[in-house]
């Protein structure tokens, strides 16, 4: 059993004499040569995007897998040295950002993108943590990565985008490399190592979501170190500190991590528990309870909004998955509906996951056969098995987001299962088994990234209402720029999803965009000559907020998305518009509303709750 | 490397970087070893013991990297607001302290450097490198490439004194000349029509004004004084973009 394995580091693969081998000088030219050419078929491929015509997903799976297949091929080939292996992941880790990056090389675009850029920033300019941000409203309790972006940002000179940019290749690096070092340190094998990592690179969140400036991007490589310090302290228990101080970093991170660390400890626990009980089991329980007690010392004390932000979208997706049954699964979510995705990829999205389901049962009798009684395997197993239930959530719309983050925990177990068989089938038929592995593992890279990541997410394109990635145009950030550059930042502002976010970040406003105890859109919802609900203006009035954004493509455009402000909006989504045209310029006759800025589709009122019920010439109430 | 002189490097990096601060991808370069430091003294004072090589980098730099919020939340906690000098000074202040328990730890026999460490080093450093090289210029070429055209606007806003204008305006008898601020991006250059109304009615007849294209300009815009004291609804368009706002006369309601 691993655990019972001397500390000492087992000898590396045997390097071969200088002169005789030439395979690092050939593994080298020949990854040098398919990364330049990758690179260059994502680029094609984006250009393709953007431009509307060639072939984009056909250009970036070319990309992809230019490079990945042969990287694969010299991480699992039995004669490669360990040196020659690790360089080869390494390489693999930073080829593999390289698609997120060519996305939006030059500024924040994801949804969370903005939450954390604006975090970042306000650190910069008020040099304080913790403050409250309207975009993610949680994201401010868990300063790790926006503190590490400010702190690189304000140290170096670089500005908050190249900043997180650093942090964030740096933390995609080292969640490759500690997979690797967690595969070796339970293994003891870094063929089987290599073959993990690249393995867990598979997971549906790894290309596109692991890698956007949010705080699951850093905190995942904290969840692999953790890991990898806890098994090196069940083993030598003098070496708990480090993974005290990895769980601490963790917890303040990111919320989802730090609860999926404590149930993955608790599952190396409890596997330790079953199959010993000895000091090894004693300190898998103390670090589990250290990681329990700082997360819940954290959501307590520091980050009491997190439970109730957490909370509905989890209460809602067990309703959904409860409601399926009811309904004949009409509260579902059809897979890949309207998606620009082409067959193929819908297609391997659902062979994937028979191949996941394959590869583990195979695992499993694998280790049964092998009589493998290490806990840290039964573990790793356990672990790779809670992926499957998380698939079935992505039916629901609300689990949904909540099972694309699961996977890239609950892949770990897979990759680490996994790798074992694949090294034993390599071994046994060498040729057979590489091109039929090459082959799954091309199959699962993109299936699992078409099931994690709308196109939108993947490639840029056309700007579209409604949508979390294209939604941003020149004249909503102009907009923005100005409000700010006239009336100063921190306003609090009434706006919509999507020029919140830009407000919200780009503008440095506090914008609110609605819910059910503030339900500001209910300003946008007041049909022309009717009064706003008096309530909310009085609300609006005592909390000062000073300013409503209208954007009036809501009135033109359906939100691909499917939501104007919030999840629980009261607006209809039938295919066609939820507002007419007459509510959205009703604020150009309210002597409340004076409109300062109109660019068309953006207009910026200041509020004069004086003038409410005040009968203006030319204009109304 | 001893401990020293690897608490001489953290000491000197973090020195350089509050002296001279930022400016430049080298100062970025500066704090990676800077970070790298760090985290070989968070091992030395934590785990004192020799650590294969790549977890050893991988714990090194997991170690200097979650050094940097650890010394923002405990700057914040003391109240001292997180700026260049103070991160540089409280890494340092961290160093320091690492470096101590390290030298303490190792007087009992200090751990024996890996030889594979030196030679593991540029397993790691050489893809990355390579990587940044072709990654980033892949990416500096995307960046470059002509893109489509994004969709342009013409926007006006109130601008000088009006962009103040929070409630209704009292009007001298001669009017005011309201500043408006007119900008264009991305479309081409053309005349639109300047219309300002009071009231229901148009307050003078409509006159052309030239919006050139991608620029920004100001214009006074005279709006002569509503008839009466009553709230009157005032809007100021240039082509189909308006502003509005309200005002009373000088005379009675």
């Given at each position: 059993m691993t655990l019972t394995a001397p500390a000492a580091v087992l000898p590396e693969t045997a390097e071969p004499a200088p002169g005789r081998d030439h395979s690092a000088v050939w593994c080298a030219v020949s990854l040098t040569v398919a990364g330049a050419a990758g690179a260059v078929a994502l680029v094609a491929a984006d250009r393709a995007a953007e431009w509307g015509h060639g072939r984009p997903f056909e250009l970036f799976w070319l990309g992809m897998l230019v490079f990945t297949l042969p990287a694969a091929y010299w991480a699992g080939r039995r004669a490669t040295s360990s040196r020659l292996r690790l360089a080869v992941i390494v390489a693999y880790a930073c080829f593999t950002y390289l698609p997120k990056l060519l996305r939006n090389p030059t500024g924040p675009l994801y949804h969370d993108e903005f939450a954390h850029w604006r975090q970042s920033r306000e650190i910069l300019l008020d040099?304080?943590?913790?403050?409250?941000?309207?975009?993610?409203?949680?994201?401010?309790?868990?300063?790790?990565?926006?503190?590490?972006?400010?702190?690189?940002?304000?140290?170096?000179?670089?500005?908050?985008?190249?900043?997180?940019?650093?942090?964030?290749?740096?933390?995609?690096?080292?969640?490759?490399?500690?997979?690797?070092?967690?595969?070796?340190?339970?293994?003891?094998?870094?063929?089987?190592?290599?073959?993990?990592?690249?393995?867990?690179?598979?997971?549906?969140?790894?290309?596109?979501?692991?890698?956007?400036?949010?705080?699951?991007?850093?905190?995942?490589?904290?969840?692999?170190?953790?890991?990898?310090?806890?098994?090196?302290?069940?083993r030598a228990p003098a070496k708990a500190p480090i993974a005290v101080l990895l769980i601490a970093a963790t917890?303040?991170?990111?919320?989802?991590?730090?609860?999926?660390?404590?149930?993955?400890?608790?599952?190396?626990?409890?596997?330790?528990?079953?199959?010993?009980?000895?000091?090894?089991?004693?300190?898998?329980?103390?670090?589990?309870?250290?990681?329990?007690?700082?997360?819940?010392?954290?959501?307590?004390?520091?980050?009491?909004?997190?439970?109730?932000?957490?909370?509905?979208?989890?209460?809602?997706?067990?309703?959904?998955?409860?409601?399926?049954?009811?309904?004949?699964?009409?509260?579902?979510?059809?897979?890949?509906?309207?998606?620009?995705?082409?067959?193929?990829?819908?297609?391997?999205?659902?062979?994937?996951?028979?191949?996941a389901l394959?590869?583990?049962?195979?695992?499993?009798?694998?280790?049964?056969?092998?009589?493998?009684?290490?806990?840290?395997?039964?573990?790793?197993?356990?672990?790779?098995?809670?992926?499957?239930?998380?698939?079935?959530?992505?039916?629901?719309?609300?689990?949904?987001?909540?099972?694309?983050?699961?996977?890239?925990?609950?892949?770990?177990?897979?990759?680490?299962?996994?790798?074992?068989?694949?090294?034993?089938?390599?071994?046994?038929?060498?040729?057979?088994?590489?091109?039929?592995?090459?082959?799954?593992?091309?199959?699962?890279?993109?299936?699992?990234?078409?099931?994690?990541?709308?196109?939108?997410?993947?490639?840029?394109?056309?700007?579209?209402?409604?949508?979390?990635?294209?939604?941003?145009?020149?004249?909503?950030?102009?907009?923005?720029?100005?409000?700010?550059?006239?009336?100063?930042?921190?306003?609090?502002?009434?706006?919509?999803?999507?020029?919140?976010?830009?407000?919200?970040?780009?503008?440095?406003?506090?914008?609110?965009?609605?819910?059910?105890?503030?339900?500001?859109?209910?300003?946008y919802l007041t049909q022309p000559g009717q009064p706003v609900n008096p309530a909310l203006i009085g609300q609006l009035s005592a909390w000062r907020f000073g300013y409503l954004v209208v954007d009036r493509r809501m009135a033109r455009e359906v939100p691909e998305i499917g939501i104007y402000f919030e999840n629980n909006e009261p607006i209809a989504h039938n295919g066609r518009p939820g507002f007419t045209l007459g509510q959205l310029t009703k604020f150009d006759h309210t002597p409340w509303t004076i409109k300062i800025y109109d660019s068309g589709n953006i207009a910026i009122y200041r509020f004069d709750f004086a003038s409410l019920n005040v009968p203006a010439i030319g204009g109304g109430k | 490397m001893t401990t020293l002189r690897v608490l001489a490097a953290a000491l000197a990096t973090f020195g350089l970087l509050a002296l001279v601060g930022g400016g430049g991808w080298w100062p970025a370069a500066v704090l990676l070893i800077g970070l790298l430091a760090l985290g070989e003294l968070w091992l030395r004072a934590l785990v004192a013991e020799t650590v294969a090589p790549a977890a050893r980098i991988g714990l090194g730099a997991v170690s200097g990297l979650v050094s940097l919020p650890m010394v923002a939340v405990t700057l914040h906690l003391l109240g001292v607001p997180l700026r260049s000098s103070q991160l540089a000074a409280g890494l340092a202040v961290?160093?320091?302290?690492?470096?101590?328990?390290?030298?303490?730890?190792?007087?009992?026999?200090?751990?024996?450097?890996?030889?594979?460490?030196?030679?593991?080093?540029?397993?790691?450093?050489?893809?990355?490198?390579?990587?940044?090289?072709?990654?980033?210029?892949?990416?500096?070429?995307?960046?470059?490439?002509?893109?489509?055209?994004?969709?342009?606007?013409?926007?006006?806003?109130?601008?000088?004194?009006?962009?103040?204008?929070?409630?209704?305006?009292?009007?001298?008898?001669?009017g005011l000349d309201v500043p408006i601020r007119v900008a264009s991006a991305g479309e081409p250059a053309a005349v639109a029509q300047l219309r300002v109304s009071v009231g229901s009615r148009p307050a003078?007849?409509?006159?052309?004004?030239?919006?050139?294209?991608?620029?920004?300009?100001?214009?006074?815009?005279?709006?002569?004084?509503?008839?009466?004291?009553?709230?009157?609804?005032?809007?100021?368009?240039?082509?189909?973009?308006?502003?509005?706002?309200?005002?009373?006369?000088?005379?009675?309601?």
């Open positions: 040099g304080r943590l913790f403050e409250a941000n309207p975009i993610v409203r949680v994201v401010g309790d868990f300063p790790g990565l926006h503190s590490a972006v400010a702190s690189v940002a304000s140290l170096t000179g670089i500005s908050v985008w190249h900043a997180a940019l650093a942090v964030l290749i740096g933390a995609h690096l080292l969640l490759v490399l500690g997979v690797t070092v967690l595969a070796q340190e339970i293994w003891r094998d870094g063929r089987t190592a290599a073959i993990a990592a690249l393995a867990y690179g598979l997971n549906s969140s790894f290309l596109f979501f692991d890698t956007q400036f949010g705080y699951e991007s850093l905190a995942i490589a904290l969840w692999v170190w953790t890991l990898v310090a806890l098994v090196r302290a069940m917890v303040v991170t990111h919320h989802l991590t730090a609860l999926g660390l404590i149930a993955t400890m608790l599952i190396i626990a409890v596997a330790a528990t079953i199959k010993r009980r000895d000091a090894v089991a004693a300190t898998a329980w103390l670090l589990t309870l250290t990681a329990a007690v700082l997360t819940t010392s954290w959501l307590l004390w520091v980050a009491p909004k997190t439970a109730g932000y957490l909370d509905p979208y989890l209460a809602k997706a067990l309703n959904q998955f409860a409601g399926m049954f009811s309904d004949n699964g009409e509260s579902g979510r059809t897979l890949f509906k309207q998606s620009i995705a082409p067959w193929w990829e819908q297609k391997t999205a659902f062979v994937a996951q028979g191949c394959a590869a583990m049962t195979a695992a499993a009798v694998h280790l049964y056969r092998t009589r493998n009684r290490d806990p840290l395997a039964l573990a790793m197993l356990v672990l790779g098995v809670c992926y499957f239930p998380a698939v079935l959530l992505i039916l629901t719309p609300s689990g949904a987001e909540g099972a694309r983050r699961s996977w890239a925990f609950s892949y770990l177990g897979i990759a680490l299962v996994v790798a074992p068989l694949a090294v034993r089938l390599l071994d046994r038929w060498a040729g057979k088994a590489a091109a039929a592995l090459l082959t799954v593992f091309a199959i699962v890279m993109v299936g699992n990234t078409a099931a994690g990541m709308n196109p939108s997410y993947r490639f840029p394109g056309p700007p579209v209402y409604g949508s979390d990635t294209r939604a941003l145009i020149p004249e909503v950030a102009a907009a923005a720029d100005w409000l700010r550059a006239t009336q100063g930042r921190g306003l609090r502002i009434v706006a919509d999803r999507y020029s919140g976010l830009i407000f919200g970040s780009f503008g440095g406003q506090d914008p609110v965009t609605g819910s059910v105890t503030f339900p500001t859109y209910d300003v | 961290l160093a320091v302290l690492l470096g101590g328990v390290a030298l303490l730890r190792e007087r009992s026999g200090p751990v024996p450097d890996d030889p594979r460490f030196a030679r593991t080093l540029p397993a790691i450093a050489i893809p990355v490198v390579v990587a940044l090289v072709v990654g980033g210029a892949a990416t500096m070429a995307y960046v470059r490439m002509p893109h489509p055209q994004q969709p342009g606007f013409t926007s006006v806003a109130l601008g000088g004194w009006a962009a103040g204008i929070d409630g209704p305006v009292t009007f001298p008898r001669a003078a007849p409509a006159r052309p004004v030239t919006v050139d294209a991608d620029t920004i300009q100001s214009i006074a815009v005279h709006v002569p004084a509503p008839l009466t004291g009553c709230l009157h609804r005032i809007e100021i368009s240039v082509g189909a973009a308006s502003t509005i706002f309200y005002g009373r006369g000088p005379a009675k309601c």
